[in-house]
């Protein structure tokens, strides 16, 4: 009897530590800034080479004609 509360107890134990553990992992932020979890996926997916992401040098060229379009408008 004393063995199925102890089971008991781990399991319940358990569950609410993983629940916990998922709770702020996944936790809203505010805008701009990233959930433990997240930048655990950051740390071990990020390319130094490109800090920024995968899409680095077509967001610079988007930016640059937009900036060129936005000159020749002014």
Do not use: C, H
């Amino acid at each position: 009897m004393t063995l199925v509360f102890v089971l008991a107890f781990v399991v319940v134990a358990s569950v609410a530590g993983a629940s916990g553990i998922l709770a702020l992992a996944a936790r809203r932020t505010p805008a701009g800034r990233r959930t433990p979890g997240q930048r655990l996926a950051d740390w071990f997916t990020r390319n130094p080479r490109r800090p920024y992401g995968p899409d680095t040098e077509r967001v610079a060229a988007e930016l640059s004609i937009l900036t060129r379009r936005y000159d020749k408008l002014v």
